[in-house]
């Protein structure tokens, strides 16, 4: 064989390694694995947002459940022409201390309607009431027990007394002007002067006496014998014992 056929086998030689060598590369770089990473999506909590602009809570007074003749209401929405004289919010009274932390008559609403009708009809008489106590809580009613425990005059707190039912009312009268007609004795006289029967006052005294007792009771009240000045509203024992604060009350 002459040196250029073995030149020329060599050459041949080389290109067809050369060939098997690249495919060999490539097919091998192909089925290669490729390691790959798996993304678990976690779902993640949402909020639920609203899209309304949160509401600010409003305070309202609840309604009552009661009835009106049930509830307690303060006398002067329903006729401010009776006069008030609330003296358990002051220091002249028997006890001599401030007992109530505002003068404010209140009563049953049963009690309050009635009273008006009262006062509405003295007006046309030139005479109109004038108020020293309402509704009375029963804490107050304890207080007064300790200093006077004398049922004649003050109820034992742990019976209740018809002030403390919202249905009893101490008043007398007074003319246009305001002031107060002449009676046997004053206010919380815990002496026979208090009395109905007490025959010693003057003549104008028990005249006015008798005027404001059957005024009241026209309208259905119920006289105290001990007290010329307290009357019971009709139906006070359907009411139950309260110890409302003056302040719950509208």
């Known amino acids: 064989m002459s040196r250029w056929a073995r030149l020329l086998i060599t050459v041949v030689a080389s290109l067809v390694l050369s060939v098997a060598f690249h495919n060999f590369s490539f097919a091998s ?3 290669i694995p490729t390691p790959t990473t798996t ?13 309304q602009p949160p509401s600010t809570p409003t305070q309202k007074a609840a309604p009552s459940p009661l009835p009106y003749d049930a509830r307690l209401i303060d006398i002067r929405t329903v006729n401010n022409k009776i006069a008030l004289d609330i003296r358990y919010a002051t220091t002249n009274n028997f006890f001599k201390r401030k007992l109530y932390p505002v003068g404010r008559c209140v009563l049953r609403g049963a009690a309050a309607k009635i009273l008006s009708q009262v006062q509405d009809d003295l007006a046309k008489r030139g005479l109109g009431l004038k108020v020293y106590d309402c509704y009375r809580p029963l804490s107050v009613q304890k207080q007064m027990w300790e200093i006077m425990p004398d049922p004649n005059y003050v109820a034992d707190p742990a019976k ?3 002030h403390n039912r919202g249905a009893a009312v101490d008043v007398t009268l ?8 002449e009676m046997p004795s004053g206010f919380d006289d815990f002496t026979e002067r208090a009395y109905r029967d007490y025959t010693g006052a003057s003549s104008q005294a028990k005249k006015n006496r008798q005027l404001l007792e059957d005024a009241m009771k026209k309208y259905g009240f119920i006289p ?3 007290e010329w000045w307290h009357f ?4 006070w024992e359907k009411f139950t014992i309260l110890d409302v604060p003056f302040g719950a009350i509208p």
């Not at 007074?174 to 002031?179: E, I």
């Open 39 to 51: 993304l678990t999506q976690t779902a993640s909590p949402t909020v639920s947002v609203s899209s």
């Open 160 to 162: 209740g007394s018809r």
């Open 232 to 235: 019971d509203a009709p139906g």
């Open 174 to 181: 007074v003319d246009r002007n305001g002031k107060e007609l």
């Open 29 to 31: 770089i192909a089925t």
């Open 224 to 226: 105290l014998a001990t």
